[in-house]
């Protein structure tokens, strides 16, 4: 070794913002840890009291995990606090944290070569803007699809009872026996179309509803096929 870094050099500044982005996202990863385990705790906790069986020794105990939790965050959160004043970061507040719904929440706080979170596209209500707008795009290629759909359920419906009608008459002088356990079977299946075709009559009831309930015409058109 001919030279040694010392705080001047540009190698040590490069491996100091190393090391302080190291420690960011180690005490932002503790601080992800924590609060998805209290995000389990309070679901498990909200289900146990929708149960009247829930005892209080039961309700109780979660209270003290949640407890025990919230104390953990804050503690994570002034190491997570430290570690983004070195970086110049913005820092968080234990009542912020705590509100934070979804994983990416955290994962705008990743990105140590700059603060994204202060961009307009960061902000939650223009993430709902966009996460709606691709849901609408979504739903307009989601209509199409359901209209083909639709209209395949209605006719696997009249086709089926149609069949098997077809091959209860085929056999029923030929083998009276197993047109009797076709018309059975047919009885079983029909049994529910009433119910998919008012279902079907409902969507197509809609506002908005673009597919038709007229069945279609299968390919295959024989017995067998």
Same mark, same amino acid.
């Given at each position: 070794?001919?030279?040694?870094?010392?705080?001047?050099?540009?190698?040590?500044?490069?491996?100091?913002?190393?090391?302080?982005?190291?420690?960011?996202?180690?005490?932002?990863?503790?601080?992800?840890?924590?609060?998805?385990?209290?995000?389990?705790?309070?679901?498990?906790?909200?289900?146990?009291?929708?149960?009247?069986?829930?005892?209080?020794?039961?309700?109780?105990?979660?209270?003290?995990?949640?407890? /025990? *939790?919230?104390? =953990?965050?804050? #503690? !994570?959160?002034?190491?997570? +606090? &430290?570690?983004? %004043?070195?970086?110049?970061?913005?820092?968080?507040?234990?009542?912020?944290?705590?509100?934070?719904?979804?994983?990416?929440?955290?994962?705008?706080?990743?990105?140590?070569?700059?603060?994204?979170? /202060? *961009?307009?596209? =960061?902000?939650? #209500? !223009?993430?709902?803007?966009? +996460? &709606?707008?691709? %849901?609408?795009?979504?739903?307009?290629?989601?209509?199409?699809?359901?209209?083909?759909?639709?209209?395949?359920?209605?006719?696997?419906?009249?086709?089926?009872?149609?069949?098997?009608?077809?091959?209860?008459?085929?056999?029923?002088?030929?083998?009276?026996?197993?047109?009797?356990?076709?018309?059975?079977?047919?009885?079983?299946?029909?049994?529910?179309?009433?119910?998919?075709?008012?279902?079907?009559?409902?969507?197509?009831?809609?506002?908005?509803?673009?597919?038709?309930?007229?069945?279609?015409?299968?390919?295959?058109?024989?017995?067998?096929?």
């Amino acid at each position: 070794i001919t030279h040694r870094w010392v705080p001047e050099d540009e190698e040590w500044q490069a491996a100091a913002r190393l090391v302080a982005n190291r420690k960011y996202q180690r005490a932002l990863d503790n601080v992800e840890r924590l609060v998805v385990s209290r995000i389990f705790e309070l679901s498990k906790m909200n289900h146990y009291l929708a149960l009247t069986a829930a005892g209080y020794k039961l309700r109780k105990h979660i209270g003290k995990a949640l407890q /025990t *939790r919230s104390a =953990a965050i804050r #503690a !994570a959160l002034t190491q997570y +606090n &430290t570690a983004a %004043k070195a970086l110049g970061r913005r820092t968080l507040e234990f009542d912020e944290v705590v509100e934070y719904a979804f994983l990416s929440d955290f994962d705008l706080l990743r990105d140590t070569r700059q603060d994204i979170s /202060t *961009r307009p596209w =960061a902000s939650p #209500a !223009a993430r709902l803007a966009i +996460n &709606t707008h691709f %849901k609408l795009c979504r739903a307009e290629e989601e209509v199409i699809r359901l209209n083909v759909e639709i209209r395949r359920v209605v006719t696997y419906l009249v086709d089926e009872d149609q069949y098997l009608r077809a091959c209860e008459a085929l056999y029923q002088d030929a083998n009276p026996t197993l047109a009797y356990q076709i018309s059975r079977y047919r009885t079983i299946r029909s049994r529910f179309t009433p119910l998919h075709l008012r279902s079907l009559e409902k969507i197509s009831r809609l506002s908005g509803f673009s597919g038709t309930l007229a069945p279609g015409v299968s390919v295959s058109r024989g017995l067998g096929d």
